[in-house]
């Protein structure tokens, strides 16, 4: 499963799908509710969740796949949902998160920051007391890092990039958090940012963290 994210794009992520394809994977790439061609409004990871969810439940009912073990690789929103997924969701088995967060509302600062509004007085409380009123049916979701220790067992792949600091503190907290087996990987710069080369290196670790975790099962 290929869950992007809000910084991310559907065209950056073809050539990652078709090297995990060419060693034999299933790969599924969807858009989120409110992301690339589907409409919507975003909830950053709230709703996006569910829609991890049911695409991996739309998935467990082919014949032609492994039902029992998805891996999921995901980017900022991506890369939370991918993680509050696989800590209730069984048959995730392996995840591999790019710049991701804990809290979408950690993901609304970063985002408020970026937009340079965060200067003018009440801007930053404004838009949080907005984001909770908007999505007061998920108040009493906790930051993913609380159930934690249900992903006790699942390997677990973080990579923060340099030109992206707030996501890579986040990533790096939550790297610290996780329970084993877990590994960190740090870049110069965000996949979609990459060079060819560059690139070509990073969608080799992670195919490298997918075959080494996640046997292939797809038809030749």
């Known amino acids: 499963m290929v869950c992007h994210g809000y910084m991310s794009q559907r065209a950056d992520l073809l050539t ?5 394809q060419d060693h034999q994977y299933n790969v599924f790439l ?9 409409p919507g409004l975003t909830t950053l990871g709230y709703k996006e969740t569910g829609d ?24 900022d929103l991506g ?6 997924a696989a800590t209730s969701d069984p048959r995730i088995a392996a995840v591999a998160v790019d710049n991701a967060y804990a809290d979408p509302h950690e993901m609304l600062h970063l985002l408020v920051a970026h937009s340079g509004l965060s200067i003018i007085p009440y801007v930053t409380r404004l ?8 999505n007061y049916q998920y108040r009493n979701t906790p930051p993913v890092t609380k159930n ?21 503190q986040d990533t790096f907290d939550l790297f610290l958090r996780a329970p084993d087996p877990k590994q960190i990987q740090k870049d110069r710069v965000s996949y979609s940012d990459m060079t060819d080369d560059d690139r070509h290196a990073y969608e080799n670790e992670i195919v490298t ?12």
């Open 16 to 20: 990652l799908a078709s090297a995990l």
């Open 30 to 38: 969807f858009d989120f509710v409110g992301h690339g061609t589907t």
């Open 52 to 75: 991890l969810k049911a695409a991996i439940q739309g998935l467990a009912t082919r014949s032609d796949i492994d039902t029992k073990h998805f891996g999921v690789w995901g980017v």
């Open 79 to 84: 890369g939370y949902v991918a993680l509050e």
């Open 127 to 134: 838009s949080d007391f907005g984001f909770k009123m908007l």
């Open 148 to 168: 934690f220790s249900k992903t006790q067992g699942i390997p677990k792949l973080f990579i923060e990039s340099e030109d992206k600091p707030g996501l890579a």
């Open 209 to 220: 963290f997918f075959l080494q975790n996640l046997p292939a099962t797809a038809q030749p």
